[in-house]
Nanobody
Framework: QVQLVESGGGLVQAGGSLRLSCAASGRTFSSYAMGWFRQAPGKERKFVAAITWSGGNTYYADSLKGRFTISRDSARNTVYLQINSLKPEDTAVYYC???????????????????WGQGTQVTVSS
């Protein structure tokens, strides 16, 4: 069984920053990818960013490049998502996901990930 626990969400004013964390336990993800997705109210879940666990390669949604940074601490089995210059449209539930599959072709697809966290709410006020 795999557990992913997100934290770090909250209410923040536009222009502020947040760092989301995702702690993984239960399996060794030495060669797995970790991703962040978000779902705004009434909208579909969308890819935000991903990182390969061992190689440190990162991938971002084109529209979010520059403000979002994904990183990982392998020793802590934790993945982070730094969000700067927050905008009201960033308001969403942010989910962490883990994929046991190798490669990077499908990192933007939700169905490529087998394990999901419960989500953390990010609300940005204008």
């Amino acid at each position: 069984q795999v557990q992913l626990v997100e934290s770090g969400g909250g209410l923040v004013q536009a222009g502020g920053s947040l760092r989301l964390s995702c702690a993984a336990s239960g399996r060794t993800f030495s060669s797995y990818a970790m991703g962040w997705f978000r779902q705004a109210p009434g909208k579909e879940r969308k890819f935000v960013a991903a990182i390969t666990w061992s190689g440190g390669n990162t991938y971002y949604a084109d529209s979010l490049k520059g403000r979002f940074t994904i990183s990982r601490d392998s020793a802590r089995n934790t993945v982070y998502l730094q969000i700067n210059s927050l905008k009201p449209e960033d308001t969403a539930v942010y989910y962490c996901a883990a994929s046991p599959w190798s490669g990077s072709t499908y990192v933007t697809r939700g169905d490529w990930y087998d394990y999901w966290g419960q989500g953390t709410q990010v609300t940005v006020s204008s």
